[in-house]
């Protein structure tokens, strides 16, 4: 029997229409608890580089947290896994809301789907019963449409659906996977390999108890968690987290397109922020968490006939890069991303990118089908979204992503393409900021996500304040790193021992988020995690499979993902040139507060960071790393491959 697990997987091949149901592999679950281990092991051993993005060959693998739909506080995420047209390696994003708990219910970890249906079809799962259903009537049409008729004609209450809109079945790069109430499958093209699948729906329906081996130990050991979590819910929204960097004068807040933006238009973003704080408290008609979650962070709002579900408050992406400062125009932008399942983030940085370059005089009216692409103008952007996600005219140009787009456009378009191994980033200039390029450069989502903790925003407080943060009980790093935390905090990065080190630390407890399925808000990149400890993440564990397992064991499961995740990339051909950023990062500027950094210093990062994370000198795990890893069959194939030219490993005999 299985405890915390649902204990099952369902192979779905949509080339030959078959459902398989296998019972799950206990010791893969045990090496590596679920969601992004698991998935990453899957895609290891399935999805070799030969493989193409968009061939039949490559995987879709939804897979739940090992702590997913249990009564531990935010443990919702769904992990979705595969291999990314636009970056063309391994990539993964986290859905919340109540998908994974419900797929849980139904009796299923895992979901892997291969091939590629020849029709339109949804996955129907309801307990036991699963079938792929005929979607032709839903292809083209909106997300929000097709969870309706979906619900219509399964007369099912209480469903959960993931799906695509055009985005997806038009294989856009930045397409997501789209949920209810705001959640979603956002970055690296997810979105598109599902509807290159011809896979337009998802939808679980569970009503089974999920068992936990020891409930008693797991209810005790969430009660001070949800605790926790009522500082987190009236501290963070209101004096930590002010609008994604806006209100608190991050210089790159404009977006990356645009390195001699004015003062004053800098100015309106910063009250653009301010103002929304207010406009969405009026117009809002409730707020909406995750499953099992205290602190809901989404905001419904009515819109066109239906409601926008939404962190639209500070998910500004798309007002920072076209510069229309109207929160009604912030709603319908957040909106058309949901209905056609846009990647907020790449989407607005398609268009920016072209509004730039259009500035620039690189492209023209002839290139733009007749626009002319100006910061501030609202129907421009919305023709752009439209054309994108049909892949007409223009927005074909740019619907493949930055890097692609810019090969297409030429006339030195590549100069102003601002991407981390082929996607486009976070709407931010680091330049002000520089600790936070090397996640940015190194982690495998390719932005900052999973490198950054929210300690970071306490860490440049006073004295006073992270001693009060310390006896709080939020501090989650060990004892030896309170000397960097209490000492005086240096953004530059160049004393960046204690910069890589928290870095490598937090990728670690982000690795083991997850797996587990908790949502990151609740164990690091929160500024006060209720989750607020390793070994308190190795006790829920425990009590809900019955491994025995403590804090070490723990550390070696994030590790082991660590280096799995790196060496697929590595078989990929990721090598130490892709871990950079874009040329800007090290130009000289004399504006305050940029810094300026060489790729010299950049350079020690990396060194420092890649012998920390027992890599070689291109950033691919050592065969040694590889080996106490329990990753021997990962040491074996990039052996083989040429990649390691090490002797093997000794063999120890008794």
């Known amino acids: 029997m299985f405890y915390g697990w649902a204990g099952a997987t369902l192979e779905i091949d949509l080339s030959r229409g078959s459902i398989e149901k296998e019972a799950a592999d206990r010791n893969l679950l045990e090496t590596f608890l679920g969601g992004k281990g698991v998935n990453a092991k899957i895609l290891w051993d399935r999805v070799p580089p030969e493989v193409d993005a968009y061939s039949p060959d490559n995987l879709l693998i939804v897979g739940t947290g090992v702590l997913t739909g249990t009564m531990v506080p935010s443990a919702n995420r769904t992990i979705i896994t595969f291999k990314s047209p636009v970056l063309g390696i391994k ?62 004609e399964l007369e099912v209450d209480d469903i959960e659906i993931l799906s695509i809109g055009l985005a997806g079945e038009n294989r856009i790069g930045a397409a997501s996977i789209e949920g209810s109430y705001s959640v979603s499958a956002s970055r690296g093209g997810g979105g598109a390999v599902m509807g290159d699948k011809k896979l337009k729906a998802i939808v679980v329906h569970g009503t089974k108890d999920i068992n936990v081996f020891n409930g008693s130990r797991l209810f005790e050991l969430s009660e001070p968690i949800l605790e926790r979590s009522i500082i987190k819910r009236e501290m963070q929204w209101k004096e930590m987290w002010l609008g994604a960097g806006l209100v608190s004068g991050n210089p790159g807040a404009v977006g990356h397109f645009s390195g001699d933006v004015s003062a004053e238009v800098k100015q309106k973003v910063k009250d653009y922020a301010r103002m929304t704080k207010g406009y969405y408290k009026g117009v809002k008609t409730r707020d909406v968490a995750c499953f099992n979650c205290s602190t809901p962070c989404k905001r419904v709002v009515p819109f066109d006939g239906y409601h926008v579900a939404g962190k639209c408050q500070w998910n500004t992406a798309g007002v920072i890069n076209s510069q229309v400062m109207d929160p009604n125009y912030g709603v319908k932008f957040y909106a058309l991303c949901q209905k056609h399942g846009f990647d907020d983030i790449s989407l607005s940085q398609y268009i920016g990118f072209a509004i730039d370059l259009y500035r620039r005089g690189i492209l023209t009216k002839e290139d733009t089908d007749g626009m002319e692409l100006a910061w501030g103008n609202a129907e421009v952007v919305y023709t752009l979204i439209d054309k994108i996600a049909r892949r007409e005219g223009f927005g074909a140009v740019l619907a493949d992503g ?140 425990s009590a809900a499979t019955g491994m025995d397992i403590d804090e070490a064991g723990l550390t070696d499961i994030a590790q082991r993902i660590g280096h799995l995740v790196r060496a697929y990339n590595v078989r990929e051909g990721i090598r130490r040139k892709d871990d950079d950023m874009a040329d800007s990062f090290y130009e000289k500027s004399d504006k305050p507060p940029y810094r300026q950094i060489d790729r010299a210093l950049f350079n020690k990062w990396l060194d420092r960071y890649y012998e920390l994370k027992e890599w070689d000198r291109e950033g691919s795990p050592t065969g040694e790393a590889l080996h106490k890893a329990g990753l021997d069959y990962v040491r074996q194939d990039l052996e083989r491959r040429g990649i390691l030219a090490l002797p093997p490993v000794p063999v120890s005999v008794p």
């Open 91 to 152: 990539y993964y994003c986290t859905v919340g809301g109540f998908f994974g708990g419900k797929l849980k219910a139904a009796g299923y970890d895992t979901i892997v789907f291969s091939g590629k249906s020849p029709t339109p079809v949804y996955l129907w799962v309801n307990d036991d019963h699963v079938e792929l259903r005929d979607a032709s009537h839903l292809w083209g049409k909106g997300n929000e449409e097709t969870r309706r008729l979906i619900q219509e």
């Open 402 to 541: 930055l890097y692609v787009a810019a090969q297409r456009i030429g006339r030195g378009a590549e100069n102003y393409t601002y991407h981390t191994k082929k996607l486009e980033p976070l709407p931010f200039d680091v330049r002000g900021l520089p600790h936070r390029a090397l996640p940015i450069a190194t982690i495998d989502k390719a932005d900052r996500t999973r490198g950054l903790s929210g300690t970071y925003g306490v860490w440049e407080r006073s004295l006073e304040e992270r001693e009060a943060y310390i006896k709080a009980g939020f501090f989650q790093y060990p004892e030896e790193f309170k000397k960097y935390f209490l000492g005086e905090f240096d953004p530059s990065g160049r004393d960046y021992e204690a910069m890589i080190q928290f870095m490598s630390y937090n990728e670690e407890i982000l690795a083991l988020t997850d797996a587990a399925g908790f949502c990151f808000f609740w164990t690091n990149f929160g500024v006060f995690p209720p989750v607020n400890n390793r070994s308190l993440m190795a006790e829920l564990v």
